[in-house]
């Protein structure tokens, strides 16, 4: 059936997204070109970034490669825009969905500034955007993709063949089995990527950074995803990162300044029990990883009688202990604490999906009854920059970056709505269409 503004705020709303549903009965017959322009539009007189804040996003872009005074100059930019991608998970390769956010963010970026996608890392390997793997659509076989020379390759056959009798999807597993639930931040570039990698088709092969056995892999997916962007919307000036990474380095600044407001919701029990009064008791405040059955996974660490708990896991909630675990990489700061950070604190305009336009309403509601967060910072705020839809062609067969890397002739539909965008993904919204 045909859908409109009107139907589509019904369709949504009856799907349990409010908030999505009030945003595009707004926007869904509006140009995407003019939607694009609008989400860059400048955020206003917010308070300056913190210095501490800032220093983090300077470590982690020296981290991924840059010089010290490239950094600077990124640091620069972003206070300008106050602006970030926080859609996308850290990945080797992404999908259409990441595909078409980009595209649309990227119409409307302003000349001479930069893209800043930071990708969420505290995710496991098997989170939906498959993290550690090449990630593909059915136009091409596996020997496209990669040669059958390779040692894994009889494997990757049989994989391919068994994914195929279910699903339209296809991707290569770059990480052992036994790195499936483990978590992204903080994981390792294992051997078998380093034995695959010679073996890449030659455009991707091209563009893969060298990866090392036992080098960060957030480093390596955070440059091979901006090389990926770079060949497909060339002319643009765009940067990934790892988010997690960012926001635990500015924790060991902040936490240690007791009148800090993360120091205080921490470590004072009154407002602590005020904001968890206000928040789910599930509310993550970290993940960490555990060991069961010889198997790594990830685990939320909730507070929870003045102890961070998990179900195989705990920690005593200490400003002591919360420093060595992220000092050591052990504690990998939950959404909560992320986005907490960067808008609620900081003021940054967070690009976002479907999901984030959510659940960033919910925290400004809490934190706006809360009141103990600078408030007219948080009332004012942007946290619904919806960057959203899905890449098809014609035949509305999904488009992923590696397909275009590969040769498919493809060109995004630009003269379009932001509702034409969006109609591929409803189905996954829980909207029948």
């Not at 949504?12 to 009965?25: E, Y």
């Amino acid at each position: 059936m045909p859908i409109d503004r009107k139907s589509i705020r019904t369709l949504l709303q009856n799907a349990k997204r409010p908030v999505l549903a009030d945003i595009l009965g707004k926007l869904w017959d509006l140009p995407l070109v003019e939607h694009a322009d609008a989400i860059w539009e400048n955020p206003g007189s917010h308070p300056p970034m913190e210095k501490e804040i800032l220093e983090s996003f300077e470590s982690e872009f020296c981290r991924i490669g840059l010089t010290r005074e490239q950094a600077k100059e990124y640091c620069s930019s972003l206070q300008k825009t106050r602006i970030l991608q926080t859609a996308t998970h850290s990945t080797a390769t992404e999908g259409p969905t990441f595909l078409a956010l980009h595209y649309l963010a990227l119409m409307g970026l302003p000349p001479r500034e930069t893209y800043f996608v930071g990708a969420y890392s505290g995710v496991s390997f098997a989170n939906s955007a498959w993290s550690g793997c090449l990630n593909y659509s059915n136009r091409f076989d596996l020997e496209t993709i990669i040669s059958s020379q390779a040692t894994e390759f009889a494997r990757l056959k049989r994989s391919d063949a068994d994914r195929s009798r279910d699903s339209a999807e296809r991707r290569i597993s770059l990480i052992p089995g036994k790195m499936r639930d483990a978590g992204v931040f903080k994981s390792r570039i294992p051997q078998k990527l380093v034995n695959l990698q010679p073996y890449f088709a030659e455009p991707i092969r091209k563009i893969s950074p060298t990866a090392v056995c036992g080098d960060d892999f957030t480093v390596w997916s955070s440059q091979f995803c901006t090389n990926q962007l770079r060949q497909i919307i060339p002319e643009k000036s765009l940067l990934y990162f790892d988010l997690n990474e960012v926001i635990s380095n500015y924790l060991l600044k902040v936490l240690k300044n007791s009148s800090h407001p993360l120091h205080r919701l921490l470590f004072d029990r009154k407002i602590r029990e005020r904001v968890l009064e206000e928040f789910p008791g599930e509310t993550t405040f970290f993940t960490v990883e555990v060991i069961r059955k010889n198997k790594i996974r990830q685990e939320a660490l909730i507070i929870k009688d003045e102890m961070l708990k998990s179900e195989n896991y705990q920690i005593e909630l200490s400003l002591e202990k919360i420093i060595h675990g992220l000092e050591k990489g052990l504690l990998c700061p939950g959404l909560f604490l992320v986005f907490t950070v960067l808008s609620f604190i900081n003021g940054l305009t967070c690009f976002g999906s479907f999901e984030q336009v959510e659940y960033l309403a919910e925290f400004k509601r809490r934190w706006i009854k809360i009141g103990f967060l600078e408030q007219e910072l948080v009332r004012t705020v942007n946290i619904t920059a919806l960057t959203s839809g899905r890449c098809v062609d014609e035949n509305e067969t999904v488009v992923h970056p590696l397909d275009l890397l590969l040769g498919l002739e493809w060109s995004f539909p630009e003269n379009i709505t932001v509702g034409e965008l969006m109609k591929p993904l409803l189905g996954r919204l829980g909207v029948a269409v």
